[in-house]
């Protein structure tokens, strides 16, 4: 047999190293960091491994003390600076009750006070245009349903559920079933593989931990499927994204591939997705994200910050920068391959040895 070509362990393992790499390069003041985070206390549960849970706590600590006194992304005095979607994860699971104190102000704040337009969408406060952006839907929905879930505040729940499917009315694309990643100035930008991971992102979290008797969580799954649908018909040989979707000339994109992914793997996991239609696109995405990482846990080709370039056009996002080790490089990965292994532990995939090494 011939050499592996991917010489890792398992599916964990690429999760520890990019994790690892990434405490080594970046801090706890992004919204990208908060990702990062949420994926790594993922890992933890998943793996059953009690210091990865601790780890993560005392590093959502940082946040809930407001030892972190700012946090990149527009988000950032409402709820990133309480540690967002990683800590509502943390409160939601039951690993770190006394979170409920500082999160349930936030997302009151939040729903009260953060400038919207005429649909009640949350909009970009730092844009004279109005502007409308896929990326919300990361930092908002997963949180609200989350802290609504775990403290019984319904009207987080729907206000979540509410922010998804107005983004996804304003920004997908019928004809494409994809998401453009903002709307302004009456007009809409080009897809954006990291964009439309942000979209996936949230209805697959959506997906799984909505209430069953939520009045509109089948519109939810739908919106899921449709989007699943668009990934597929625009993912590459290699089963890689692009930075732009609609420019298969474009780079293959780290970040947007691993976000897609990880909504791939929810979806297997909950029965939300055809387990039957998914696995092979999960795993051979999985095998061409992997051509994109090192030994060490660097990883490569992923797109610099990005909100509507230029102008916005499919030739502006494909020529946007990649970079290695980029603060938003690590936690798509981390979830990409956390899920992996909870499929892999729950028999839904095979091993790592035979899906990523299997001779083509």
């Known amino acids: 047999m011939s050499e592996k070509p991917f010489p890792f362990s398992g599916y964990e393992e690429i999760a520890r190293k990019a ?3 990434f405490r080594k390069t970046h801090g706890l003041n992004s919204y990208a960091s908060i990702l990062a985070l949420n994926a790594w206390e993922r890992v933890g549960k998943i793996t059953r491994n009690d210091a990865i849970l601790e780890e993560s706590k005392q590093l959502a600590r940082e946040y809930l003390s407001g030892r972190v006194p700012s946090v990149a992304g527009a988000y950032n005095s409402y709820i990133y600076q309480q540690g967002g979607n990683a800590t509502a994860w943390l409160l939601v699971r039951g690993y770190l009750p006394e979170a409920e104190k500082i999160l349930v102000p936030a997302a009151e704040r939040l729903c009260r006070e953060f400038p919207r337009d005429d649909e009640g969408l949350f909009i970009n406060p730092n844009r004279p245009d109005k502007l409308l952006w896929i990326d919300t ?4 929905c997963p949180f609200l349903v989350w802290v609504g879930k775990a403290t ?56 799984y931990d909505l209430p069953q008797a939520f009045p509109r969580r089948d519109e939810v799954r739908n919106a899921f499927r449709d989007v699943i649908d668009g990934c597929l018909a625009v993912q590459d040989a290699d089963g890689m994204f692009h930075q732009c979707m ?28 055809d387990r039957a239609k998914m ?11 992997l051509r994109y990482i090192a030994m060490d846990g660097s990883i490569y080709h992923c797109c610099t910050g990005c909100l509507a370039p230029g102008e916005a056009t499919i030739a502006s996002y494909a020529t946007h ?19 992996a292994e909870q499929l892999y532990r729950n028999q839904l995939i095979p091993s790592f040895d035979e899906a990523m090494n299997e001779e083509k």
């Open 279 to 289: 696995v092979e696109p999960f795993l051979s995405g999985l095998r061409g994200l």
């Open 19 to 21: 994790w690892q790499m």
């Open 246 to 273: 609609e420019d298969s000339g474009s780079y293959p994109e780290s970040s947007g591939t691993g976000l897609i992914l990880y909504g791939m793997g929810r979806g297997i996991k909950n029965g939300s997705l």
């Open 137 to 140: 839907v990361f930092g908002v």
């Open 321 to 339: 920068p990649w970079k290695c080790n980029d603060v938003h490089a690590a936690g798509p990965v981390i979830l990409a391959f956390g899920q």
């Open 152 to 207: 019984g505040r319904k009207e987080f729940i729907e206000e979540g559920v509410h922010q998804m499917l107005g983004h996804h009315r304003a920004l997908f694309n019928p004809a494409t079933k994809l998401y453009h990643q903002a709307r302004f100035g009456g007009k809409l930008s080009a897809v954006w593989s990291r964009g439309v991971g942000w979209g996936v992102y949230a209805l697959a979290e959506l997906c």
